[in-house]
């Protein structure tokens, strides 16, 4: 079946410092899915950081940045500069771009960032 | 205001007892899901709808029921609940054409004892 795979929480890093969450995926019933970041703050629901829908394409929101690579079947996320705001759980997820968008998640990485 | 409202946020049930788990969505929103989450696990399907009266299954169905008497109202159904059951349960919308994005409320935390 299809799954979703990323790194292994929690990720602590230093405010300001670069992050990378690595993502890799596994579709074997999709051949073009839609892969998605969805970001959980305390307290609330998963909301929808970025989504990119073709290969090769890059997807950004807020300083994140990830690029669909086909290739090594991947979707890493990237920034530059964390805030102590920032600290949250990120989920890699991939979709069937067709009725229905059942989304498969990964695990979740539990992001803190420190002053 | 949240546009995907659930409830209760947190519940201790017994086993062989039944449980019933609601969402509610103002999106306007076509499609509706029920997820599951185990720790250290990603989020899964159990069933999902994409019109009231209409439910379908999910990746993992066995033991759930679902309900959707009205295009707002999403229900999980537990007729017999048992200790595996025991996580936190997400609903979610989306909207028909754009359905990209799923909107989540913030989580059941289910312990079933």
Not at chain 2, 41 to 67: F, M, N, Q, W
Request: glycine fraction near 8%.
């Amino acid at each position: 079946g299809d799954s979703v795979t990323q790194t292994e929480g929690p990720v602590t890093v230093s405010e300001s410092e670069s992050l990378i969450i690595n993502c890799t995926y596994s579709a074997t019933s999709i051949a073009y899915p839609n892969l998605f970041w969805y970001v959980r703050y305390p307290g609330e629901g998963l909301q929808l950081l970025l989504k990119v829908i073709t290969a090769g394409q890059k997807g950004s929101s807020r300083g994140f940045e990830a690029t669909y690579n086909k290739e090594t079947t991947s979707f890493h996320l990237q920034k530059a500069s964390v805030q102590e705001s920032d600290s949250a759980v990120y989920y890699c997820a991939l979709g069937e771009p067709s009725s229905g968008q059942k989304l498969v998640f990964g695990q979740g990485t539990i992001l803190k960032v420190y002053l | 205001e949240a546009a995907v409202t659930q409830s209760p946020r947190s519940k201790v049930a017994v086993t062989g007892g039944k449980v019933t788990l609601s969402c509610h969505q103002t999106n306007n929103h076509d499609y509706m899901y029920w997820y599951r989450q185990d720790t250290g696990h990603g989020l899964r399907l159990i069933h999902y709808s994409y019109v009231a009266d209409s439910t379908e299954k999910g990746d993992i169905p066995d033991g759930y029921k679902a309900s959707r008497p009205s295009q707002e109202n999403f229900s999980l159904i537990l007729e017999l609940a048992s200790l595996s059951q025991t996580a936190v349960y997400f609903c979610a919308s989306s909207d028909w054409g754009h359905s990209y994005e799923q909107y989540f409320g913030p989580g059941t935390r289910l312990t079933v004892l």
